[in-house]
């Protein structure tokens, strides 16, 4: 994808703005990057919405919802935040951070229990109801992903809404009274017909599509085989080390699962011991017990 444009020698913000889904991008060729501006006003633009983010790099950030008609300003496009997957990784994930509060603050604008207009709450991230008193904050999602080993190969499936040739480890989504093991035993079982065993935690990642937080785990194949429910799965199949499909960018979870058990069978020509050590540093996870 390239580098993030940087505009050195200036104090003012990033605008990490939003159509829709499609964030605001320069249009810098082959960089990557979002506005600087004391406001948005001074792009000709009016937001909806804005709320500060945290800072990346020294520079303070700035989530903001536009109208959806919406016209970019020159040198600038609009841009699905999938698309820039392939990035600098803190600017991915604050580009996610700025999008799921954007999100947040379009989905809850009335409350679900009376219908009443929500106004800002008692912290920073918060929406209150005048009427009932109900208090919204921003919603999480918490899924299971989940790379499943036997002896040196890996369980992955490709979902219909991925890019063409593109296979990961599984994923799904915890539901309400199940703890994170149910969860995985059902979403593995219902997807590709296969039992797990010897379930070890990896790390998490938030993940903002659109707003889940991703709880990576590794675990072993006891049984079963391979049946794929057609509704959540395109293709599956055990994979070795030596022969991977195409995987998900080096952003995700997913990625640095895969790249660690590679990296432990020490048989791809384009991993490493070295490049093993960046998949954990890369999401802040440690080792998970053999």
């Known amino acids: 994808m390239g580098t993030i444009s940087r505009l050195a020698g200036t104090e003012a913000p990033l605008w990490f703005a939003f159509r829709g889904d499609q964030l605001l991008i320069l249009d810098n060729g082959g960089s990557v990057g979002v506005p600087r501006a004391a406001s948005l006003e001074d792009l000709g633009l009016e937001a909806t919405f804005q709320r500060e983010v945290g800072n990346l790099d020294g520079s303070r950030c700035w989530a903001a919802e536009l109208g959806s008609g919406v016209e970019e300003p020159e040198g600038m496009v609009f841009r699905d935040l999938r698309s820039l997957w392939g990035v600098d990784e803190n600017f991915f994930l604050k580009a996610g951070r700025a999008k799921q509060i954007v999100e947040w603050n379009r989905t809850h604008r009335f409350c679900g229990r ?161 490049s093993e050590q960046d998949a954990l540093s890369r999401l802040r996870m440690r080792r998970p017990s053999s």
């Open 114 to 274: 009376c219908g009443a207009e929500t106004v800002p709450g008692p912290t920073e991230f918060a929406k209150e109801c005048p009427r009932c008193g109900m208090i919204f904050y921003p919603r999480l999602s918490p899924a299971a992903i989940v790379l499943v080993r036997r002896g040196d190969e890996v369980l992955l499936a490709r979902s219909p809404g991925f890019p063409p040739g593109m296979y990961s480890v599984l994923a799904g989504f915890v539901e309400p009274g199940e703890s994170i093991e149910e969860t995985i035993s059902r979403e593995i079982y219902e997807e590709v017909g296969v039992e797990v065993a010897n379930v070890r935690y990896f790390g998490s990642q938030p993940w903002p599509f659109p707003n889940s937080l991703m709880l990576g785990f590794i675990a072993d194949y006891a049984s079963g085989e391979l049946r794929i429910d057609p509704a959540e799965i395109e293709d599956a199949g055990w994979y070795p080390v030596g022969d991977l499909p195409t995987l998900p960018p080096r952003v995700s979870i997913a990625r640095a699962m895969i790249d660690v058990f590679v990296a432990e069978h020490n048989r791809h020509p384009e991993v490493s011991k070295a």
